[in-house]
């Protein structure tokens, strides 16, 4: 089976269009996971869920898109983007709409599962088709350049979000949002096109390709630098998690903030990953230097999470640039995806991101679940509701999981190909 696509040269108006069609993709869903930190408290009451359930549910799509997300970067190697993004987008936009119309937890699970099965495709894809559209070399910046374009649009999202709430009910807001899924699919079925001819072998079947999906998998992880670059990156990235998708408007609002103010605020961790997303791939390659950028960032990052959690308010402003750099200094998670693809072979990039976001996405649901249980326990130990000393105790886990990151990158080696040798 052949695509119809013939190979392309790289670059041009052509790759741009197919590069925005995957990075809506991945802003579509990546805007629903972050908008769920706006909303959460209005499903909570509208469905009458517990602290711990509102936690568990954000915690099921991070558990569901680790289970999958192994198997994302093989299966582009193996059938191109298009094959694989349009199925993926069709599970996005009708997970959407059943968490519109959940009327139990356990709906909303199934929504969760929905979105997660076909987000576990996008972000990798996005990777891929860069490399693809744009040559590997250029790899590190494309992807993170996907970050900038997904997080800017989770910025606005949180805000639009916000004041969208005012006015209309958050089912007949995410209604709206599938209803953009719709739209998404159609363009995409029409323009999203891989720049390579993709041939499966003749006579393959299924059974065939999902069994080389462990090979793959068994080659780069083989390789244990990978596994030190998933490491770090996904304590990093599941600490950002914790806080954009659930705990930093509750942050907040302990720290003095309105109920707005909180959701703008915490909208700026993603607009601190954006600007950071952006620049910190385009140093790295500038300065020749992986290792020194992620020591920086880990550093940036657990200054702005101590203050936060362990001293007073000072200013809602001076607040507001803590949370903006905490996302300036967590994007050098992206650098976790360019130093597993300095050591591996070019046909496995794709699977060593896969395998470094699924890590993202494992720790990413543990770090998101750990506040609340540990809320709970506090209460539960007398500490008094909404207080700075309930969100320090809470907060631990996030602190603990910067720590081992920055030990795990103060051993990891340098693997910029200029200066590896």
């Given at each position: 089976?052949?695509?119809?696509?013939p190979?392309v040269?790289?670059?041009g108006a052509?790759?741009?269009?197919v590069?925005?069609?995957a990075?809506?993709?991945v802003?579509y869903?990546?805007s629903f996971?972050?908008?769920?930190s706006?909303v959460?408290?209005?499903?909570?009451?509208?469905?009458?869920?517990?602290?711990?359930q509102?936690?568990h549910?954000?915690?099921?799509?991070t558990w569901?898109?680790?289970?999958?997300?192994?198997l994302?970067?093989?299966l582009?190697?193996?059938?191109?983007?298009?094959?694989?993004?349009?199925?993926a987008m069709?599970l996005v936009?009708?997970?959407?709409f059943?968490?519109a119309n959940a009327n139990s937890?356990g709906m909303?699970?199934?929504?969760?599962?929905?979105v997660?099965l076909?987000?576990c495709?996008g972000?990798?894809?996005?990777?891929y088709?860069?490399?693809?559209w744009?040559?590997?070399h250029?790899?590190s910046?494309m992807?993170g350049?996907v970050?900038?374009?997904?997080?800017m649009l989770?910025?606005f999202?949180?805000n639009l979000l916000?004041?969208a709430?005012?006015?209309?009910p958050?089912?007949t807001l995410f209604?709206?949002a599938?209803m953009?899924?719709?739209?998404l699919?159609?363009?995409a079925m029409?323009?999203l096109r891989?720049?390579n001819?993709?041939?499966?072998?003749?006579?393959?079947?299924?059974g065939a390709?999902?069994l080389?999906?462990p090979?793959?998998?068994?080659k780069?992880?083989?390789?244990?630098h990978?596994?030190?670059?998933?490491?770090?990156?996904?304590?990093?990235f599941g600490v950002?998690?914790?806080?954009g998708?659930v705990?930093g408007?509750?942050?907040?609002?302990?720290r003095?903030f309105?109920?707005e103010s909180?959701n703008?605020?915490?909208?700026?961790?993603?607009l601190g990953l954006?600007?950071?997303?952006?620049?910190?791939?385009?140093?790295?390659d500038?300065?020749?230097?992986?290792k020194?950028p992620?020591?920086i960032g880990l550093?940036?990052q657990m200054?702005?999470l101590?203050?936060?959690l362990?001293?007073?308010?000072?200013?809602s402003?001076?607040d507001m640039l803590?949370?903006?750099?905490f996302?300036?200094g967590?994007?050098?998670?992206m650098?976790?995806?360019?130093?597993a693809a300095?050591v591996?072979?070019?046909?496995y990039i794709?699977t060593?991101?896969?395998?470094i976001?699924?890590m993202?996405s494992i720790?990413g649901?543990?770090?998101?679940?750990?506040?609340?249980?540990?809320?709970?326990l506090g209460?539960?130990?007398g500490l008094?509701p909404?207080?700075?000393e309930?969100?320090?105790f809470a907060?631990?886990?996030?602190?603990?999981?910067l720590c081992?990151a920055?030990?795990i990158?103060?051993i990891?080696?340098e693997t910029y190909p200029?200066?590896?040798?």
């Amino acid at each position: 089976m052949e695509a119809a696509t013939p190979s392309v040269q790289q670059g041009g108006a052509r790759a741009w269009g197919v590069w925005c069609i995957a990075v809506a993709f991945v802003s579509y869903y990546f805007s629903f996971q972050t908008g769920y930190s706006i909303v959460n408290a209005n499903v909570q009451k509208d469905v009458g869920l517990s602290v711990a359930q509102v936690g568990h549910i954000a915690a099921l799509y991070t558990w569901v898109l680790a289970a999958c997300q192994f198997l994302s970067g093989p299966l582009f190697d193996r059938l191109g983007a298009r094959s694989v993004l349009l199925p993926a987008m069709v599970l996005v936009t009708l997970g959407v709409f059943t968490f519109a119309n959940a009327n139990s937890f356990g709906m909303l699970l199934v929504a969760q599962a929905c979105v997660a099965l076909g987000s576990c495709t996008g972000f990798v894809g996005a990777g891929y088709i860069g490399g693809t559209w744009f040559g590997w070399h250029k790899f590190s910046f494309m992807f993170g350049l996907v970050q900038f374009a997904a997080s800017m649009l989770a910025v606005f999202t949180q805000n639009l979000l916000t004041l969208a709430l005012s006015v209309l009910p958050w089912r007949t807001l995410f209604n709206g949002a599938g209803m953009g899924g719709v739209v998404l699919l159609g363009i995409a079925m029409v323009w999203l096109r891989d720049a390579n001819t993709v041939t499966v072998p003749a006579g393959q079947t299924f059974g065939a390709l999902l069994l080389s999906i462990p090979r793959s998998l068994a080659k780069v992880a083989k390789v244990p630098h990978v596994w030190a670059a998933a490491a770090f990156g996904a304590l990093c990235f599941g600490v950002l998690l914790s806080l954009g998708v659930v705990w930093g408007p509750k942050l907040m609002t302990i720290r003095g903030f309105g109920r707005e103010s909180a959701n703008l605020a915490s909208s700026l961790l993603w607009l601190g990953l954006a600007v950071g997303s952006f620049t910190i791939p385009w140093i790295s390659d500038r300065v020749q230097r992986r290792k020194l950028p992620v020591l920086i960032g880990l550093a940036v990052q657990m200054f702005a999470l101590v203050l936060l959690l362990y001293v007073p308010t000072k200013s809602s402003t001076f607040d507001m640039l803590l949370c903006f750099t905490f996302g300036l200094g967590n994007a050098v998670h992206m650098l976790a995806f360019s130093t597993a693809a300095d050591v591996v072979a070019q046909q496995y990039i794709g699977t060593s991101a896969a395998m470094i976001n699924g890590m993202f996405s494992i720790i990413g649901g543990v770090m998101i679940s750990r506040p609340g249980m540990r809320a709970g326990l506090g209460l539960e130990q007398g500490l008094t509701p909404a207080t700075l000393e309930l969100a320090q105790f809470a907060g631990r886990p996030l602190m603990a999981g910067l720590c081992l990151a920055l030990i795990i990158a103060l051993i990891m080696r340098e693997t910029y190909p200029a200066r590896r040798h």
